[in-house]
């Protein structure tokens, strides 16, 4: 960084601007995470929702069984009910992650990055 | 040899009962109070001579708060940003939770779902609490699908409840679980050490050192994933789909 020159104000106020910009539009791949590490986050992440869905519908219609006394049908209707949830939050994980064209990368912004 | 799920043993420090509820100080508050020290003392520290050319400790703070505004940014919007510090003291408290547990006699208290679960509930109950200010009784529409036919509602509206309810459990039991398998899986080869010997025991011994590296990369990665679905799930409550 030469910063050996004081910038004119202009230049300041033009790079306030981009940088505005900038911080709307969303781009700025600056701060966030490489796409390597979302991707094992993603691997982290599905195989735990898959189990979660189905322990909260087994829980709920267990509880639900309890207090109403209709077992075992609550928890009959309530696991199938949760493992439905658990595939949509699979589902929706997935179908969030946009595959990139083979490994075009998401942010082919300009090389605007020397903050 | 000590059972490889020693480590997970709280032990009161400073005994302390009200009643008959136990609220002692143990090595899992010690540890907590540890973390949010050195927090404090990394981001201060690191920031006291605010120079225009950073330091090595200036740059490493404020690479993580880049890091953080990055991940609200893209995640959230500018609609997150009054969120901010929030979601930067749960990554930072995670964060080093998970690093301080790998030094050795230490304890890692998110290897504990009592305190995960606590964490996430935090979050999901507040960002509930975000969605219905900000909505109003309009938030109800969340868990009604859009593009379905009004026969099928009956069969989907449990099925987003049930799937808006997994939110806490799948976050709490993802972070402790991970956290406690790694841990476990350490001790379990670092015992094999000693009893192969000089003989064998340094192929479990290389293990560990694999896995000690593996333990720093699930560290970060956990309190990765952690926030970043804290800012997903309060994208859903500002924007409701």
């Known amino acids: ?115 | 040899m000590a059972s490889p799920l020693r480590q997970f043993q709280i032990e009161p420090i400073v005994p302390i009962k009200i009643g008959n509820v136990d609220i002692s100080f143990t090595n899992s508050s010690l540890l907590m109070v540890i973390a949010v020290i050195s927090v404090s003392a990394f981001l201060m520290l690191g920031m006291r001579r605010h120079a225009l050319v950073p330091g090595r400790f200036q740059s490493l703070a404020e690479i993580s708060y880049e890091f953080v505004a990055g991940m609200i940014r893209d995640n959230v919007g500018s609609a997150g940003r009054e969120f901010f510090p929030y979601i930067f003291s749960l990554f930072m408290f995670v964060l080093f939770g998970n690093l301080l547990g790998l030094l050795p006699y230490s304890f890692t208290f998110t290897s504990h779902i009592i305190v995960t679960a606590a964490l996430a509930l935090t979050v999901f109950i507040g960002v509930t609490i975000v969605g219905v200010v900000k909505h109003g009784f309009h938030f109800l529409s969340f868990f009604v699908p859009k593009g379905v036919p009004v026969a099928l509602m009956p069969l989907m509206i449990p099925i987003e409840i049930i799937s808006y309810l997994s939110r806490p459990v799948s976050l709490s039991i993802r972070l402790f679980a991970n956290m406690m398998a790694g841990h476990t899986m350490l001790k379990v080869f670092a015992g094999f050490i000693l009893t192969l010997g000089l003989l064998g025991g340094w192929a479990p011994l290389a293990m560990d050192v694999a896995l000690i590296g593996f333990e720093v990369l699930v560290a970060f990665l956990q309190a990765y994933v952690f926030t970043v679905l804290t800012c997903l799930y309060l994208n859903d409550a500002l924007n409701l789909h």
Request: charged share 25%; aromatic share 8%; glycine share 14%.
């Open chain 1, 1 to 115: 960084m030469s910063g050996d020159e004081t910038p004119s104000l202009r230049e300041l106020g033009e790079r306030l601007k981009r940088a505005r910009e900038r911080e709307q539009s969303g781009g700025l791949s600056g701060g966030s995470a490489g796409p390597k590490l979302k991707g094992l986050g993603l691997a982290f992440r599905v195989g735990v929702e898959l189990v979660a869905g189905v322990a909260v519908g087994a829980g709920i219609g267990y509880l639900t069984d309890l207090w109403l006394g209709t077992k075992p049908w609550g928890f009959v209707i309530f696991f199938v009910l949760g493992s439905a949830a658990s595939v949509l939050n699979v589902y929706r994980v997935m179908s969030a992650m946009k595959f990139p064209p083979a490994t075009a990368a998401p942010n082919t912004n300009d090389d605007e990055d020397d903050d």
